[in-house]
């Protein structure tokens, strides 16, 4: 299983575009890169995932570069409800036997007025 | 919404008794996961199943912690003799095997050891 590696924090303001960057130097070749948002006294949520180049949805892009070894999230104009913390998971997609899916400490994002 | 449903959203005991927690995944969905969390950490996993078999289990999930999945529906996560360093949240989570790293969580159960 890659191990994945955040900054434990990070800090910004209201409008700006915020850039969380994970590092998986030893990704597999089938692995897939997901990251997930939480809220305090609730459980993690999906927020995009991919595989390679740039994905984008209504809430991120996600930004993966040619090894695959980094992926950036990136969150458009964020605002004070974007206050939460970023996992960062890379494992199996499709199939696959795995289930210990681990998540590191995560990035603390705090988005200011 | 249904989405993972998860029973009770808190729990208070008393060291050295016993508490089951429940949980509700996605109907579809055939794989169920257990994580614990502890404030400011990540969730680590304890268990997971697919269907009703128990495939994985972290070594953090001593003999006191016992996971189920009876007909590959819901799950219970019993803590037996709970202990103060048992304190924690508890995370469920649910997928599809076929999309393997997309985990729908529910909000946990978080429980306190006094």
């Known amino acids: 299983l890659a191990k994945t590696t955040q900054p434990i924090s990070m800090d910004s303001y209201e409008g700006q575009e915020v850039n969380i960057t994970c590092s998986h130097n030893?990704?597999?070749?089938?692995?897939?890169i997901t990251w997930y948002q939480q809220f305090p006294s609730q459980g993690p949520r999906f927020i995009i995932q991919?595989?390679?180049t740039k994905v984008t949805n209504e809430v991120a892009s996600l930004f993966i570069p040619a090894d695959r070894k980094s992926s950036t999230l990136s969150l458009p104009r964020v605002s004070l409800s974007d206050t939460a913390v970023y996992y960062c998971l890379v494992g199996l997609n499709y199939g696959g036997s795995q289930g210990n899916l681990i998540f590191g400490k995560g990035t603390k994002l705090s988005v200011k007025p | 919404d249904t989405g993972v449903s998860q029973d009770p959203r808190h729990k208070i005991t008393k060291r050295g008794q016993n508490v089951t927690f429940r949980c509700d995944p996605i109907?579809?969905?055939?794989?169920l996961y257990w994580y614990r969390q502890t404030l400011g950490q990540g969730p680590e996993f304890l268990t997971y199943?697919?269907?009703?078999?128990?495939?994985?289990k972290s070594r953090l999930l001593s003999d006191r912690f016992s996971a189920e999945r009876p007909k590959g529906s819901f799950s219970t996560l019993e803590i037996q003799r709970t202990e103060q360093g048992d304190s924690a949240m508890y995370l469920c989570?649910?997928?599809?095997?076929?999309?393997?790293?997309?985990?729908?969580f529910g909000n946990g159960t978080r429980l306190t050891v006094t």
């Open positions: 199943f697919q269907n009703e078999a128990q495939l994985e």
């Open positions: 989570a649910s997928s599809l095997m076929l999309m393997g790293i997309t985990l729908h």
């Open positions: 109907s579809e969905h055939n794989r």
């Open positions: 991919g595989y390679k």
């Open positions: 030893n990704i597999a070749t089938n692995d897939y």
